[in-house]
């Protein structure tokens, strides 16, 4: 199983024979101007809310691809009436793929769309495939709901950790406690100043508490 981040939330897991890109937000992001949105050819795009910095490339993408597109039932209507077939979910919800199980989870945030539509709610996603289990947490608060995951044996966490519209550090290092999981993908980050990290800090908080964090650089992969 491989990851590969594109900046902000936006990472691309390539497991049980399919790719999967989660919160496509690029080609606005100046962070990830070398990365070619028209070269991503998902199976699968799954989004966790509405917000334009992990839905901007959505359509463009899907409509390269023909990508299925794994979100919350509201986003599923939204992309129905631009002609963009979606799996729409909602919280709590689990469905069975051709490369593996998604189980859609809370998340505390906002949500709605570029356009100003509702969005539904929030989202985060588990992913099980290849016998392992990743969470993608999506935009989140430290949710006590997180507690419900530690008995998951999760494999890996992508966590944002930008602090100001998602959780920081400090609550992300608590967040790995929740979910029992000590591997951890940080993301949401220094895309904007209000969310401009000090990396060396911030690693520093993961390591006293024994996490193993990953902050890969934008178009870098990691074997997971």
């Not at 591997?183 to 690693?203: A, L, Q, R, T």
Request: overall charge negative; proline content about 4%.
């Amino acid at each position: 199983m491989k990851i590969t981040y594109y900046g902000q939330s936006c990472v691309q897991i390539e497991a049980g024979g399919k790719t999967l890109l989660f919160d496509p937000f690029i080609s606005p992001n100046p962070m990830a101007s070398h990365i070619d949105v028209n070269s991503l050819k998902p199976d699968y795009i799954l989004v966790s809310h509405g917000h334009g910095d992990h839905v901007a490339d959505l359509v463009t993408i899907q409509k390269n691809s023909g990508a299925k597109v794994i979100c919350i039932a509201e986003i599923a209507g939204w992309l129905g009436k631009q002609d963009i077939e979606a799996h729409g979910m909602n919280i709590g919800g689990g469905y069975n793929f051709d490369f593996g199980r998604v189980k859609m989870v809370n998340a505390i945030h906002s949500s709605s769309m570029p356009d100003g539509s509702y969005g539904g709610n929030p989202a985060g996603f588990v992913i099980y495939a290849e016998g392992k289990a990743i969470y993608f947490a999506g935009d989140t608060a430290l949710t006590y709901d997180m507690k419900l995951l530690a008995d998951d044996n999760l494999d890996w966490a992508i966590l944002p950790i930008g602090d100001n519209y998602t959780m920081g550090a400090d609550d992300a290092v608590k967040a790995c406690d929740f979910i029992n999981c000590k591997n951890v993908i940080g993301v949401h980050y220094d895309s904007f100043p209000v969310i401009k990290i000090d990396k060396d800090e911030v690693m520093e908080k993961f390591v006293k508490a024994g996490l193993n964090l990953k902050l890969p650089a934008i178009g870098e992969s990691l074997s997971l």
